[in-house]
């Protein structure tokens, strides 16, 4: 992990910067839980002495961390001509608060990256026949309006465990590695929550993809979405975690439930309480597409428009360009964002 310079490090070492050790996940608490779109209880007796330096520097040492510690370009040790071009779009926009906390980031073995907490354009085109894929999805909330920063903790955290893996291609055990990474940003957060005096409910929903030709990985905890299009048609790998998809998984609603419920997680990433990391395996083939996204967007869009706007712009960027600018439109109070993905032909 890169060392940021010394004056952000002096604001690390005020704030108690974390020192994380491996676990283990484990099985959640029901209750770590959060409204779309609202902070904690301001009921809450912990105080919010969390500066905005300190703050600062966090997202400081984040965006250098990224940049020196994801891929270098290396070459692609099998044939190209067996890789499908992979073709990235990002896209994100700020809901009606000043601070957008989604974060989202794709990175490739190849070195290209596109993420929100680098100042690079969203729409820089990102085409390769990378043998191996990371991209990440997360959306803060709660904790005194510091759903940012958990987000972007824990895309971190992914993003620089990972970053090993994406340089060299060493057989590993991705599920359990996503799964111990999750919880290690459990354990940060917690940290965090307990050094800053923040409310231990703030956290963020996390879905990672990892993608090593043709095999698909996802690890996922929260209300974020991973769709796999194929042939026209949109299906959902993940889950939400939410309390009225637990409710219907148990027969005790049918349809929609009350919109309080529909948003209201059960498993997150937070200071509070472990998160329970739900793994999926997929197969992909030539010319499917992945779509991740907040529920910024699949709240405003349904499947059918998503899986049309999908396919009706063809280019990866212009595709995830276009969704977020159509739940914009729906009037979305939550901040937005998609993360596209297409495997073109061999």
């Known amino acids: 992990m890169g060392r940021p310079p010394d004056h952000v490090n002096a604001e690390l070492r005020e704030y108690g910067h974390p020192t ?15 409204p779309t779109g609202a902070a904690c209880p301001t009921s809450s007796k912990i105080p919010c002495d969390i500066t905005a330096g300190m703050a ?13 510690t994801l891929p270098r370009p290396v070459p692609v040790t099998r044939a190209a001509s067996t890789l499908p071009q992979t073709d990235v779009g990002l896209a994100t926009a700020v809901g009606i608060h000043d601070v957008n906390e989604d974060q989202a980031l794709v990175a490739t073995s190849r070195g290209q990256v596109l993420a929100t907490l680098q100042p690079t354009p969203l729409t820089a085109p990102v085409r390769d026949r990378a043998l191996r894929l990371l991209a990440v999805v997360a959306d803060g909330m709660g904790g005194h309006g510091h759903g940012d920063l ?9 993003a620089t465990g990972m970053a090993p893996h994406l340089e060299h291609p060493r057989p590993f055990d991705a599920e ?23 409310e231990p409910h703030f956290g963020t929903t996390a879905t990672v993809a990892w993608v090593e030709w043709p095999r698909l990985v996802v690890a996922h905890v929260g209300d974020s979405r991973l769709y796999l299009g194929r042939r026209g048609r949109l299906r959902a790998v993940t889950r939400d975690h939410t309390m009225a998809e637990q409710l219907r998984e148990r027969g005790l609603t049918e349809g929609p439930a009350h919109p309080r419920l529909e948003s209201t997680l059960w498993n997150a990433v937070n200071g509070a309480a472990p998160p329970q990391v739900e793994l999926f395996e997929e197969v992909l083939r030539p010319h499917d597409t992945i779509l991740m996204c907040t529920d910024g967007l699949h709240g405003a869009l349904g499947e059918e428009t998503m899986a049309r706007l999908l396919w009706k712009s063809a280019p ?12 914009k439109r729906t009037g979305q109070r939550d901040d937005v964002s998609a993360v596209v993905l297409r495997f073109e032909g061999r």
Do not use: F, K, Y
């Open 20 to 34: 994380v050790t491996r676990s283990t996940p484990a099985n959640p608490t029901p209750g770590a839980a959060r």
């Open 150 to 158: 958990a987000s972007a903790l824990v895309v971190r955290h992914v």
């Open 176 to 198: 359990a590695t996503l799964s111990e990474l999750l919880s290690e940003a459990h354990l940060q957060l917690r940290d965090v929550a307990l050094r800053g005096g923040i």
């Open 56 to 68: 600062a520097a966090l997202r400081t040492s984040m965006t250098q961390e990224l940049s020196t």
């Open 316 to 327: 990866a960027p212009g595709a995830a360009a276009r969704l977020v600018e159509h739940a």
